[in-house]
């Protein structure tokens, strides 16, 4: 069995990123880092960035567990 013992980061594809990001600020409460190349970089925490959307295929995700 794997022990998961945290979250480091997921990335999330979605076909409309602006409307996205609005979502995630607005509702979700998470900070907007940066936002370049297709790529909008947010976070909920103290890191840099945990939670990427990008432009791309809504089923297309990334999560990484430690």
Request: hydrophobic share 35%; aromatic share 10%.
């Amino acid at each position: 069995m794997i022990n998961v013992t945290g979250f480091r980061y997921c990335r999330l594809g979605t076909a409309n990123l602006e409307e996205t990001v609005k979502f995630a600020k607005d509702i979700i409460g998470l900070e907007l880092v940066d936002i370049k190349d297709g790529f909008a970089y947010m976070r909920g925490d103290d890191r840099d960035h945990n939670i990427v959307y990008f432009q791309g295929d809504p089923n297309d995700h990334t999560v990484g567990l430690s």
